[in-house]
């Protein structure tokens, strides 16, 4: 199944334009993100020790992250001696080939897929249906934005943009159904063709939440039991996972799994957890294979740099998309990356280059939402700042060269600002020169500030300054 032409990040202000004028949109984001909030704060509130849970967590990923070569050696070692086979992708190309090549080693024709973002990330579903395979979403929001063509517009609730009437059309559309608008129509219709598709499956692919080093064990959340079908009805599975998903110790999972479902979904528990350490024995049901594919694509470039290294600690809980007033306001679709929201403006010119998502990180009040909910504490209105920065001076994201974002006109803008902010005289005697320029009119030739003016009234100087009022007052 092929996407519908989706909005990309290089045309990010255009696509703002788009959603924002979108009523349907913007009624069903409000109404997600309002309920995901409320739960989330419901959910921590009975928790007393939140904050030092976030806390160990963020201790966790930083440890981690800082000897990540240490415990993938450590995890892949105990997952191979489990009986699992591991493969390195260095990038989503290598990542795909790699799965289509167990496929076809598996002869596997019909594939079912439980939701993860790193396939998303990799574009997994294209390169499986170019090489002839049938890959078929098993998450009920996955599988509507299949049906659509479309991509994810959350991390975790991928048709979030959709409301239930648009559902049952697509419904009627795409499954011929008679059309019903009772939720219960639709999810057993989905629930009976999906069944037909796991007991057709030869492979299933997952993602991973977390990898546990000393185990070699993975786990799966969910909570509507199709991960765990997917894992354990075809005779084959592959997994798909981020190298920095793993953490060191098995009891570490505890601290993760009492931050993550009341993060996202105000859940105590997501419904399901699924622990696979190795395939199951021959007497036992479940896949004969297992394998784990660890993908790189561009994360051990992060890992250099200690601000920019925390955009890893992600957890994909989405919490920072239910509470940024941007996302509420546009959706993931309007970011034109997998990866939506405030993680989204700092992950994806880090991981798929800064040239197409320049306009990324200034999509950003800086207001610190995303910073007080991310159950790791990571500090993205920081990253922002330093994607910003580098973006104005062309400094390298993510291991590539960045493009210059700043014009002659603006830097000459903050070295006139810097000269005048320098001494009382200087300062004094650049507000009389602006409020010449303002009365002849000269300020809205500055493209900065016409672009400003186009959504907002630029302020207009006073006709006297505060410094030239206190003096007039005899103080
Ligand atoms: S950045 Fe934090 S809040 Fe946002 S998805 Fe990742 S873990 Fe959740």
Redesign the pocket.
Request: include cysteine.
């Given at each position: 199944m092929t996407h519908a032409a989706q909005p990309t990040s290089a045309t990010f202000p255009a696509n703002v334009e788009a959603a924002l004028g979108d009523a349907t949109l913007r009624g069903a984001l409000a109404r997600a993100t309002d309920l995901f909030g409320e739960r989330r704060t419901a959910a921590i509130g009975a928790v007393p020790e939140w904050e030092a849970l976030r806390e160990q967590a963020r201790a966790v990923k930083e440890h981690t992250l800082a000897r990540l070569d240490f415990y993938l050696e450590q995890f892949v070692e105990r997952v191979e001696s489990s009986g699992m086979r591991v493969h390195w992708a260095r990038d989503a190309k290598e990542a795909c080939a790699l799965v289509a090549e167990i496929a076809r080693a598996a002869g596997a024709k019909r594939l079912v897929k439980s939701k993860s973002m790193t396939t998303e990330e990799i574009g997994l579903n294209a390169a499986l249906e170019r090489d002839g395979c049938e890959p078929v979403e098993t998450d009920l929001g996955e599988w509507i934005i299949q049906l659509a063509g479309e991509t994810p517009s959350h991390?975790?609730v991928p048709a979030i943009h959709k409301t239930k009437a648009q559902i049952a059309e697509l419904f009627v559309d795409k499954l011929h159904i008679e059309k019903s608008d009772d939720v219960e129509v639709l999810t057993a219709t989905a629930r009976r063709i999906l069944r037909e598709h796991f007991a057709a499956a030869d492979l299933g692919i997952s993602g991973v939440n977390f990898g546990v080093a000393e185990t070699g064990t993975i786990l799966i959340l969910e909570n509507e039991g199709n991960a765990r079908l997917t894992t354990s009805l075809p005779r084959a599975h592959v997994a798909v996972m981020g190298i920095e998903k793993v953490i060191p110790r098995f009891a570490d999972l505890e601290v993760f799994l009492r931050l993550?479902p009341r993060?996202?979904t105000g859940q105590h528990l997501t419904s399901y957890q699924s622990l696979l350490t190795g395939p199951e024995p021959a007497e036992r049901e479940g896949p004969r294979e297992l394998h784990l594919v660890l993908l790189d694509n561009g994360r051990s470039e992060l890992l250099q740099e200690r601000v920019m290294r925390q955009?890893l600690?992600?957890?994909?809980?989405?919490?920072?998309?239910n509470?940024c007033p941007v996302y509420r306001a546009i959706g993931g679709h309007a970011y034109g990356s997998v990866y939506p929201?405030?993680?989204g403006a700092?992950l994806t010119p880090q991981l798929f280059g800064a040239e197409k998502a320049q306009h990324l990180p200034f999509a950003s009040s800086l207001c610190g939402a995303?910073r007080d909910?991310?159950?790791?504490?990571?500090d993205?209105p920081n990253v922002l700042l330093e994607l910003r920065a580098r973006l104005q001076t062309g400094a390298p994201i993510g291991g590539r060269t960045s493009p210059k974002k700043s014009g002659a006109f603006e830097r000459l803008g903050w070295k006139v600002w810097a000269w005048s902010c320098a001494g009382p005289r200087r300062f004094a005697l650049a507000s009389r020169l602006g409020r010449v320029a303002a009365s002849l009119g000269l300020l809205r030739f500055a493209p900065q500030l016409r672009a400003w003016g186009q959504t907002r009234a630029v302020p207009e100087l006073a006709r006297r300054s505060f410094r030239e009022q206190w003096k007039a007052d005899g103080r």
């Open positions: 991390i975790i993550l993060s996202g955009t600690a992600c957890i994909r809980c989405g919490a920072c998309l509470a929201g405030p993680i700092i995303c909910v991310c159950p790791v504490k990571i993205i």
